[in-house]
């Protein structure tokens, strides 16, 4: 039944090679290249993200595989239609595929704990057949012990619904209807476990494709850290670290109280286990090596910039799930200046603000970890095709017209920004339209409805006032 019915086409910025790569350096093992890389997607469904990576990444090779041939056939138009030409789509089942080539990053998401052990079997192969030496593993599973007690709403929601008719859509619309009309009763189960209602409410917001290949998989198993990490040792690999970054650093991601953990040292392992005991950990994304650790001072090997067009915070950090902390201003804000104005690396920053390299890398790691800053790419000029990459990124932007919010991608980053249809319609009419943006952009407006011609013109005016502000970060990501 989930062979035939096309998943939800969703881009993860986790898969993001750079983040994997920033990871596993951090960590100090052996990466590869930050440019001329090769990537494999293990499941990538209709190519959302492999897509958007492959345009903000064209010295780098993307292969995308699929078992579901609508998703193949999809993406490989979508790939047409945008001009990418450095990613390959293969629609195959992977228990019984043929030789493919050496890779440095392979990844999977939202397939390794929905299938038989025989497909596991077969990931494993690719992994140990199809991994460079240097290579990354991104994995994503459903967890333990978050998901112990939350198991039996799966359970209930699959027994109750799965058969009543021949159509899946209707009978994933009954199971959440069932599930809410027990939480309403006030079943002994929801009694006992509060989070159940809210984790249905959640439910009820998901697109149905999502909840079907989810809930009604046949082998669907959360695993446990530590059977997730034998399974890998088994492979040849070395745990490499998490995302989100600042699930790695113990004294952020345990809230108060749990300091003595922090004791443990360096037996990593035993901390992961009860990090996810104390976050109650129902997701993971697993980042595993094939290199070794022989890197001792991996912030010189990484470049990092500010990869979003909103005000940096530094006072009351709250990310999920861990305590609140803040900043010192002083050092980080003039860090953050300079990395907007184009310094990016380490010893340019030392140079630049006369300060030591051991106060930079250390303000650097903080920012890393509060989510300010990101790793970013520096692709050079006479390596970048800027006429390709401008084409591209029309056909991006002139797709998100047709939609409320889309992702677009950025050579700077090498990753995707999500952006609105307003932003994409002010950064057409000034790639495109420069000399007459705002006459564009009103006659734009107009066509689709939103007023007449001076109604439009003074929208256009007022609005392109406001995104004027903001070119230039578009500037900076390479966007504009």
Not at 358 to 375: S, V
């Amino acid at each position: 039944m989930l062979e035939n019915i096309t998943y939800t086409d969703t881009f993860f910025s986790e898969l993001n090679p750079h983040a994997i790569r920033c990871t596993a350096l951090m960590r100090g093992f052996e990466v590869p290249d930050s440019l001329a890389f090769t990537y494999c997607e293990l499941g990538c469904g209709t190519g959302h993200s492999l897509l958007v990576f492959a345009a903000a990444n064209p010295l780098a090779h993307f292969t995308g595989i699929d078992f579901n041939e609508e998703h193949i056939a999809f993406a490989q138009s979508r790939a047409d239609r945008l001009g990418i030409k450095n990613c390959t789509f293969i629609y195959a089942d992977i228990t019984n595929i043929a030789s493919l080539p050496r890779f440095d990053y392979i990844v999977l998401h939202g397939l390794y704990t929905w299938v038989h052990e025989h497909v596991r079997q077969s990931i494993h192969r690719i992994v140990e057949s199809s991994l460079n030496p240097k290579g990354l593993v991104l994995v994503s599973y459903n967890a333990y012990p978050g998901w112990h007690i939350l198991e039996p709403l799966r359970m209930m929601f699959r027994e109750y619904s799965m058969h009543l008719s021949d159509d899946p859509f209707y009978n994933a619309e009954q199971g959440i209807g069932f599930l809410e009309w027990m939480h309403e009763q006030q079943s002994e189960y929801m009694k006992v476990v509060p989070s159940a209602g809210e984790f249905i409410k959640e439910l009820s917001k998901h697109d149905l494709r999502y909840i079907i290949h989810e809930y009604y998989a046949d082998n669907w198993t959360p695993l446990w850290f530590k059977e997730m990490n034998q399974k890998m040792q088994n492979s040849g690999l070395s745990f490499a670290g998490q995302l989100p970054f600042f699930l790695n650093i113990g004294a952020i991601a345990l809230p108060e109280g749990f300091e003595e953990i922090l004791t443990i040292g360096d037996d990593l392992l035993q901390f992961e286990t009860y990090k996810d005991l104390i976050r109650n950990t129902m997701f993971r994304w697993d980042i595993y090596a094939n290199g070794e650790r022989t890197i001792s001072n991996p912030l010189e090997l990484l470049d990092f910039g500010r990869v979003t067009p909103q005000e940096y915070s530094l006072n009351d950090i709250q990310l999920p799930g861990c305590k609140i902390f803040t900043l010192e201003e002083e050092i980080h804000t003039i860090i953050l200046a300079e990395l907007e104005s184009g310094q990016t690396h380490v010893r340019k920053l030392s140079a630049s603000l006369n300060l030591d390299a051991p106060i930079i890398e250390d303000a650097l790691l903080n920012l890393l970890i509060a989510e300010q800053i990101k790793p970013i790419v520096s692709i050079p000029a006479s390596e970048l095709d800027a006429k390709g990459m401008q084409s591209i990124l029309i056909s991006f932007l002139e797709e998100t017209l047709l939609c409320e919010e889309h992702t677009i991608p950025s050579p700077l980053s090498g990753s995707g920004i999500i952006i609105n249809k307003d932003t994409a319609l002010f950064l057409l009419a000034t790639i495109k339209h420069q000399e007459n943006a705002i006459d564009w952009i009103a006659e734009w407006m107009e066509i689709h409805g939103y007023g007449d011609s001076q109604q439009t013109k003074n929208q256009a005016e007022k609005a392109y006032e406001v995104f004027a502000s903001t070119i230039p970060f578009w500037k900076r990501m390479q966007i504009l």
